[in-house]
């Protein structure tokens, strides 16, 4: 799930390609869920300690490291885990944390740059006719070097220049400056997903409290260091954020809407891979008007 995954787009084929990211990497036996908890304790442990210890470096590295190992598993099995995450960081973007790390960076000795090899240089060539200073030079008796030095004349007479045109305008009057088109973004690598998943589901929390929706505009205004998102990878995250739920709680991916609250249209595709189908008789926009519903009444004295 790095950045060389196939990006699909519309229709069955994407949804085929998000059922692979979101299962294809989750441990489905008990064993294998409890395996990932024990080295994420580990890495967690050591984690702490570097933090004691102020090893900025080693403590960066162990905070990544946690992240890849907590995405071995369903977020619903590392909750307690990614809560001490969650509290690290703010540890690490302290201040106090920055201006360690970069007294640290400059106390660090300076990289040796490897010594360039010395390119040999060739040896100044010498006109033959130019003698050094202990040598005298044997001129060619044929040599005439009075002829040479007067300009040849030539019998025909020089062309005139010949005149250029200056370009002609395009005759076209009507040119259509079309801005450059915006490049889709990376994908993240899974342990970002997982990250920021962590960050996004309290966030919806409050917005289902206030009776209100958000769009993801408005998202990466109230999480300023959320990077620009593939649409896909805005799909796993909402996955991510109600697969953390508890059982029976309502969908928190129904408050991401589109322009003026309309139901965003994916949000089917991703309901339904938490195994959410929209009533009996009614249509997807009408069961997801009634999630909705249930998330705000769910969240409204919910702290």
Avoid at 62 to 75: E, R, T
Avoid at 204 to 221: C, D, F, M, Y
Wanted: proline share 11%; charged share 25%.
């Amino acid at each position: 799930m790095g950045n060389n995954r196939v990006r699909l787009s519309g229709g069955a084929a994407w949804q085929t390609d998000f059922r692979r990211r979101t299962t294809g990497r989750a441990p489905r036996t008990a064993m294998e869920v409890a395996t990932v908890r024990r080295t994420l304790n580990h890495t967690l442990t050591e984690l702490k300690r570097a933090i004691d210890q102020y090893a900025v470096a080693v403590a960066a590295d162990l905070y990544a490291l946690a992240w890849q190992q907590a995405a071995g598993a369903p977020p619903s099995e590392t909750r307690d885990q990614r809560a001490q995450l969650k509290n690290l960081k703010e540890i690490l973007g302290s201040r106090r944390w920055q201006e360690e790390e970069g007294r640290q960076a400059a106390a660090a000795p300076p990289k040796s740059v490897p010594s360039q090899p010395r390119v040999a240089t060739a040896a100044p060539r010498v006109r033959p006719d130019v003698a050094r200073a202990d040598e005298s030079v044997a001129r060619s008796p044929r040599r005439n070097p009075s002829s040479s030095a007067a300009p040849r004349r030539s019998s025909v007479p020089p062309r005139p220049p010949v005149p250029t045109s200056a370009p002609t305008p395009d005759p076209s009057p009507h040119v259509i400056d079309r801005p450059p088109r915006r490049e889709e973004p990376a994908f993240l690598e899974t342990g970002q997903l997982w990250e920021i998943a962590t960050e996004l589901r309290p966030l919806l929390e409050q917005t289902a409290r206030t009776g209100s929706t958000t769009t993801w505009p408005q998202i990466h205004k109230r999480l300023p260091g959320l990077p620009r998102l593939h649409a896909d990878d805005q799909c796993v995250l909402l996955w991510l954020v109600d697969e953390d739920g508890r059982k029976g709680e309502p969908l928190l991916s129904a408050l991401v809407t589109v322009g003026d609250r309309q139901m965003h249209p994916r949000f089917p595709a991703v309901a339904e891979q938490l195994g959410w189908t929209p009533p009996a008789g009614t249509r997807p926009h009408t069961g997801w008007s009634y999630e909705v519903l249930k998330a705000h009444q769910h969240w409204r004295h919910r702290r």
